[in-house]
Nanobody
């Protein structure tokens, strides 16, 4: 069983920065994707940034050049550094882990952390 706990959300001014953390518990080996998605009111959940199972990174177009995903494998934690924040970055940010084992596909979500960008 995988559990994901996010932290670090809050209120930031436009142009400001926030750093999110996601701590993973539960042993699933090393072949998994882990990262961040977000959902704004009235919109679909969208990709923010992820580490793929192949160890590369993918970013959503709207955050490229502003957000950076990183991780500390010893702490089973992934981080999202968000710079140059815009009001349109306001959303609930969710941590996600995906992996496949045999014939099964597994997909876990954290509870989410609110990020609000406003002056």
């Amino acid at each position: 069983q995988v559990q994901l706990v996010e932290s670090g959300g809050g209120l930031a001014q436009p142009g400001g920065s926030l750093r999110l953390s996601c701590a993973k518990s539960g042993s699933i080996g090393s072949d998994y994707a882990m990262g961040w998605y977000r959902q704004a009111p009235g919109k679909q959940r969208e990709l923010v940034a992820v580490f793929t199972s192949g160890d590369s990174t993918n970013y959503g177009d709207s955050v490229k050049g502003r957000f950076t995903i990183s991780r500390d494998n010893a702490k089973n934690t992934v981080y999202l550094q968000m710079n140059s924040l815009k009001p349109e970055d306001t959303a609930v940010y969710y941590c996600n882990v995906k992996y496949s084992r045999g014939r099964g596909d597994y997909n876990y979500w954290g509870r989410g952390t609110q990020v609000t960008v406003s002056s």
